[in-house]
């Protein structure tokens, strides 16, 4: 059963003025001793500004300080505050409670991540299929080289893969996909992007390898061009479209 | 996947052929028991009628494939679904051969 | 796939109502290929009945020549018409065909990949199939 609580009722030692107020309903599960995750109720009163992060930040302060929740530079640059806000993944930080057009809403851990309690999840598995696609330049010479020069580009040569280079690795992407929802071996769109974000860099010699690790039964050929991946993505990296790309030197219609 | 797009991309001509037989001819019409006979029995159309067996064989069990792999994982799992797909795409293929391989010589 | 992973699981994999139509596709694209496979499979099976001479032919056409044969048929034209223009789609979105080219985003940050020409392909091939349907239904029944 969900538990309900409201500022008036504890009397909040910080006075928050607002009209307007919401139903907050966070879900509560540790893996360690709970079975299954319950919903706790909170009214938070929120201004036309109040993200979902500031909504859930004064339940800690006011409330329930033991509710956990991952979180940092609250401007959709770190990555960290990804959940499931009113059944779809998006950044706290980046969704305002006004924009969501609901008296209630739900937050809930990202889905397809395993949880480590209550909001927060473990990005251990995203990490290593990023790690994986090897996601830094790989060339034999280097820019460290005392009579080596700067890897110079065109404007035009970065426009290929500077979208891609915004990924701030926050996982809604993955979180989204509905091959990720069934698939425990699929190597991800934020992966697969990143794979994309690397081969189409001018100064990449590392296509080859790259093209090869994700050509395989849990690779780039189970994605479907669903795109949902890119309707969540919070900085318009379009790991879709990246993915599609991708596919393109594997099917022989890039080089 | 290269293998399903191929076969789709091939599959789709020669089902829009086979379609459109049954369409130019009336479609009750058809499916008479003497028109289905003389279907099968010139060559070319047996010929594509086989063709169509094999790809969309390959298409169907190959796309049913992939749904059960993305379904659940392991090494056992997944090798039971594939070579499980391959044996019934074989057992189709050979299934509907050997309907259209007895009714084009005439053994009916 | 465990408890532990958090995983959404076939419920969430085939839940259309999230992300707009490109979801609605991907499953009826699902549905719609599991389902001519079934027809597929009855198709070779039905027609091997005319090892069996004219008796066994006339049996099956009996049989299948019903109004509920025919509903059963044109859904069946209706899910090889979509399958056939959506597959279509896919396969040109896969070689990145109509996906758009790589740009510095701007806020709101629009996916250029979930553009209009897909969704135009996605309800095309809706209504392509719907119509095929009623085609189908027309010449089953008008005869």
Wanted: charged residues 20%.
């Amino acid at each position: 059963m969900a538990q309900v609580s409201s500022i008036a009722e504890e009397q909040a030692s910080t006075p928050l003025s607002s009209s307007k107020s919401i139903t907050l309903r966070i879900s509560r599960y540790n893996p360690k001793h709970d079975d299954s995750s319950v919903f706790m109720e909170f009214t938070v009163p929120y201004q036309k500004w109040t993200t979902v992060l500031e909504a859930i930040l004064d339940v800690k302060k006011h409330f329930d300080h033991s509710v956990a929740v991952r979180y940092s530079c609250r401007q959709a640059t770190c990555g960290s505050c990804g959940m499931m806000i009113n059944g779809k993944p998006k950044l706290a930080c980046f969704t305002k409670i006004s924009e969501l057009n609901s008296d209630v809403i739900t937050v809930e851990p990202m889905s397809n991540f395993p949880i480590i309690r209550d909001l927060a999840v473990k990005f251990e598995r995203m990490f290593e299929t990023h790690h994986k696609i090897k996601p830094y330049l790989i060339r034999d010479d280097t820019e460290l080289e005392s009579d080596a020069k700067e890897f110079l580009q065109s404007p035009k040569e970065v426009e290929q893969y500077i979208q891609f280079a915004n990924c701030i690795k926050c996982g809604l992407c993955n979180s989204a996909c509905p091959t990720m929802a069934t698939d425990s071996s699929f190597v991800g769109p934020q992966a697969l992007a990143q794979a994309y974000r690397y081969v189409a860099d001018s100064r990449d010699k590392g296509k080859d390898s790259r093209l090869k690790m994700i050509d395989e039964p849990h690779g780039i050929w189970r994605c479907h061009f669903a795109g949902s991946c890119s309707q969540v993505c919070p900085k318009g990296v379009d790991p879709a479209m990246g993915i599609q790309l991708l596919r393109g030197y594997l099917l022989g219609f890039r080089s | 996947m290269k293998i399903h797009y191929g076969t789709a991309i091939a599959a789709v001509a020669l089902v829009a052929v086979h379609v459109l037989m049954r369409l130019t001819q009336g479609f009750a019409e058809s499916l008479e028991y003497e028109s289905v006979l003389a279907n099968y029995k010139f060559v070319p159309y047996a010929i594509m009628l086989e063709l169509i067996l094999v790809l969309l064989s390959i298409h169907g069990f190959n796309g049913l494939r992939v749904i059960l792999l993305e379904l659940k994982q392991g090494r056992i799992y997944e090798k039971a679904v594939s070579y499980g797909c391959l044996a019934a795409m074989i057992g189709l293929i050979a299934y509907g051969s050997r309907t259209i391989i007895v009714v084009n010589m005439g053994l009916v | 796939m465990t408890k532990d992973e958090h995983k959404e699981g076939i419920g969430g994999m085939a839940n259309p109502r999230r992300y707009g139509i490109e979801r609605v596709a991907y499953l009826l694209m699902r549905l719609s290929g599991l389902g001519l496979l079934a027809y597929f499979v009855a198709h070779i099976y039905e027609t091997s009945n005319i090892l069996r001479g004219q008796v066994g032919w006339d049996e099956l056409l009996e049989m299948t020549s019903t109004t509920e044969g025919h509903i059963i048929l044109s859904i069946v034209i209706g899910m090889c018409v979509f399958h056939t223009v959506n597959g279509i789609r896919v396969m040109l979105g896969h070689g990145g065909v109509g996906v758009g080219k790589p740009a510095r985003p701007d806020y709101p940050y629009e996916p250029a990949s979930q553009n209009y020409r897909h969704k135009i392909g996605i309800y095309s091939a809706i209504v392509l199939a719907a119509f095929a349907m009623m085609y189908g239904l027309a010449v089953m029944f008008g005869e």
